[in-house]
T-cell receptor, first 116, second 117 residues
Framework: NAGVTQTPKFQVLKTGQSMTLQCAQD?????MSWYRQDPGMGLRLIHY???????DQGEVPNGYNVSRSTTEDFPLRLLSAAPSQTSVYFC???????????????FGAGSRLTVL | AQSVAQPEDQVNVAEGNPLTVKCTYS??????LFWYVQYPNRGLQFLLK??????LVKGSYGFEAEFNKSQTSFHLKKPSALVSDSALYFC???????????????FGKGTTLSVSS
């Protein structure tokens, strides 16, 4: 049982480049989300999904796209990277509402992105 | 709007002494409250939660937290600190009335706990 797996762990991009951060979970969790962590700002929600085919915006969605074609995978796409997107990105998942453990997020190890 | 405040950027305690990491929250309805811990270069790990019932909740690694509705606080405590408790601690809140689907967990900015030997 691997939990939440994020790749890559580290990435350096140039301004304007695009890339995809991958997130996969093997716990059959309905809910998945992406957060970014910046010093002194805690974690801020970028996008989330309550099930395959359903996504919605969080607090800071601009510059990011997501899709949820399967229950297991929730990739985060940066279409045209900017230095302001330099951050540590965390993917998190939890069971659907009403299920055991529905209120507790399981986090991946993080992906550190630097945009030059 | 939901919000969480962790008024201390850093808390320093000596090993063996009690520790408190403070958290206050603001929600329109009733809160679900959480504490998570982050060790260096790792993801966040769940410590404990308050959903309903007893105001004193116990969690992993000997930590506990007390829900105080009148003061809108949810301070994290431990009777005797260990050096291995040194980490970054996050308080988080969800408004269980306005956010019944549980889509938005709001995190505080985090408090660095440093336990010296």
């Amino acid at each position: 049982n691997a939990g939440v797996t994020q790749t890559p762990k580290f990435q350096v991009l140039k301004t304007g480049q695009s890339m995809t951060l991958q997130c996969a979970q093997d716990m059959n969790h309905e809910y998945m989300s992406w957060y970014r962590q910046d010093p002194g700002m805690g974690l801020r929600l970028i996008h989330y999904s309550v099930g395959a085919g359903i996504t919605d915006q969080g607090e800071v969605p601009n510059g990011y796209n997501v899709s949820r074609s399967t229950t297991e995978d929730f990739p985060l796409r940066l279409l045209s990277a900017a230095p302001s997107q330099t951050s540590v990105y965390f993917c998190a998942s939890r069971p659907g509402q009403g299920l055991k453990g529905a209120n507790v997020l399981t986090f991946g190890a993080g992906s550190r992105l630097t945009v030059l | 709007a939901q919000s969480v405040a962790q008024p201390e950027d850093q808390v320093n305690v000596a090993e063996g002494n009690p520790l408190t990491v403070k958290c206050t929250y603001s929600v329109s309805g009733n809160p679900y409250l959480f504490w998570y811990v982050q060790y260096p270069n790792r993801g966040l790990q769940f410590l404990l939660k308050y959903i309903t019932g007893d105001n004193l909740v116990k969690g992993s690694y000997g930590f506990e937290a007390e829900f105080n509705k009148s003061q809108t606080s949810f301070h994290l405590k431990k009777p005797s600190a260990l050096v291995s408790d040194s980490a970054l601690y996050f308080c988080a809140v969800r408004d269980r009335d306005l956010d019944q689907a549980g889509t938005a967990l709001i995190f505080g900015k985090g408090t660095t706990l440093s336990v010296s030997s």
